[in-house]
Nanobody
Framework: QVQLVESGGGLVQPGGSLRLSCAVS????????MGWYRQAPGKERELVAS???????IYAASVKGRFTISRDNANNTVYLRTNSLQPEDTAVYYC??????????????WGQGTQVTVSS
């Protein structure tokens, strides 16, 4: 099966930065999209950023200009660089990928989540 392993979360002060990583492994035939979602306490999970197989990106309005999504195709890894973090960015961040496996099954997978806490 496809596995997603996230890392890079932690506790930072307002104005700080983190780089989140999501390494994808498994028998993957094709990547359709890779992205990051987040869920704050008491709130719904929301899209933060995504990148398609063709390289197109989309960002939530609240993070545009501060966060950058990128990927390393050689290592099947997607990154989220978060700059100018604010307390409102505190959430569990989840990696998400839509892939077609070598069994030609297309579906979406989620990472385990990594906690980002922004506090002074």
């Amino acid at each position: 099966q496809v596995q997603l392993v996230e890392s890079g979360g932690g506790l930072v002060q307002p104005g700080g930065s983190l780089r989140l990583s999501c390494a994808v492994s498994g028998s993957i035939f094709r990547f359709h999209s890779m992205g990051w979602y987040r869920q704050a306490p008491g709130k719904e999970r929301e899209l933060v950023a995504s990148i398609t197989g063709g390289g197109s990106t989309i960002y939530a309005a609240s993070v545009k200009g501060r966060f950058t999504i990128s990927r390393d195709n050689a290592n099947n890894t997607v990154y989220l660089r978060t700059n100018s973090l604010q307390p409102e960015d505190t959430a569990v961040y989840y990696c998400n990928v839509k892939v077609t496996t070598t069994l030609l099954h297309t579906t979406t997978y989620w990472g385990q989540g990594t906690q980002v806490t922004v506090s002074s």
